[in-house]
C-alpha cells in the first residue's frame, strides 16, 4: 500500500513481533515490500516484474473443444439457406475459408463475429479487434477472412 511503514507495524504486532528498524525510502510504480518476520534482517524494497504472460481462461476449449449448440457460431448467410455449426475457433476459422463472399461479408456487416468473440468465446480483447475489422465497410471479403483469422491466431495456438 501507500504507506508500508504503517502496514509493516500493524503486521508486526499481530504477529507479537518488532519490525526491524529500515527505511521506506522512495518508491515507484511496482515496487513490494518484503519482510520475513523470522529473520533478523531488515525489511527490504524490491520491484516485482509484471508476467509477461496472461492467462486466458478456458483457451484450449475455445480453440479446440466443443461449445453447445447454443454457444456455436453459425454461418447461415442472408437467406437462411446454409446452417454450418462452427463449435470452437479451429472450426470456425476452416469453416470462415469455406463459405461464399456472400455469407461472410453478411455475417462481417452485422457484427456477427466480435458479437460471438464477446459473448460466447468470452474474449474481449478479440472481440475488439474483429470490431474494427467489421468496421471497415469497403473491405473484401479475403482481406477481412485473412484480419479476422490473423487476430484469432494471435490470441489462440490453433491445431495445424
Same mark, same amino acid.
Do not use: C
Given at each position: 500500500?501507500?504507506?508500508?511503514?504503517?502496514?509493516?507495524?500493524?503486521?508486526?504486532?499481530?504477529?507479537?513481533?518488532?519490525?526491524?528498524?529500515?527505511?521506506?525510502?522512495?518508491?515507484?510504480?511496482?515496487?513490494?515490500?518484503?519482510?520475513y518476520?523470522?529473520s533478523?534482517?531488515?525489511?527490504?524494497?524490491?520491484?516485482?516484474?509484471?508476467?509477461?504472460?496472461?492467462?486466458? %481462461?478456458?483457451? !484450449?476449449?475455445?480453440? =479446440?473443444? +466443443?461449445?453447445g449448440?447454443? $454457444?456455436?457460431?453459425?454461418?447461415?448467410?442472408?437467406? /437462411?439457406?446454409?446452417?454450418?455449426?462452427?463449435?470452437?475457433?479451429?472450426?470456425?476459422?476452416?469453416?470462415?475459408?469455406?463459405?461464399?463472399?456472400?455469407?461472410?461479408?453478411?455475417?462481417?456487416?452485422?457484427?456477427?463475429?466480435? %458479437?460471438?468473440? !464477446?459473448?460466447?468465446? =468470452?474474449? +474481449?480483447?478479440?472481440?475488439? $479487434?474483429?470490431?474494427?475489422?467489421?468496421?471497415?465497410? /469497403?473491405?473484401?471479403?479475403?482481406?477481412?477472412?485473412?484480419?479476422?483469422?490473423?487476430?484469432?491466431?494471435?490470441?489462440?495456438?490453433?491445431?495445424?
Amino acid at each position: 500500500g501507500p504507506k508500508p511503514e504503517e502496514t509493516l507495524a500493524a503486521y508486526g504486532e499481530a504477529l507479537g513481533r518488532e519490525v526491524p528498524p529500515w527505511s521506506a525510502g522512495e518508491s515507484k510504480e511496482g515496487d513490494v515490500v518484503v519482510w520475513y518476520p523470522g529473520s533478523p534482517d531488515p525489511p527490504m524494497r524490491v520491484s516485482a516484474t509484471p508476467a509477461a504472460w496472461v492467462h486466458r %481462461r478456458h483457451r !484450449r476449449k475455445y480453440a =479446440k473443444g +466443443e461449445l453447445g449448440p447454443d $454457444r456455436s457460431f453459425y454461418f447461415r448467410g442472408r437467406s /437462411g439457406k446454409l446452417n454450418l455449426r462452427a463449435q470452437n475457433l479451429a472450426l470456425f476459422v476452416q469453416m470462415s475459408e469455406g463459405v461464399d463472399e456472400a455469407t461472410w461479408l453478411f455475417h462481417l456487416r452485422r457484427g456477427d463475429y466480435s %458479437r460471438w468473440f !464477446r459473448e460466447h468465446i =468470452k474474449d +474481449e480483447s478479440l472481440a475488439a $479487434r474483429a470490431e474494427e475489422i467489421e468496421r471497415d465497410r /469497403g473491405a473484401p471479403a479475403e482481406s477481412s477472412r485473412m484480419l479476422i483469422r490473423q487476430a484469432i491466431e494471435e490470441h489462440y495456438t490453433l491445431p495445424a
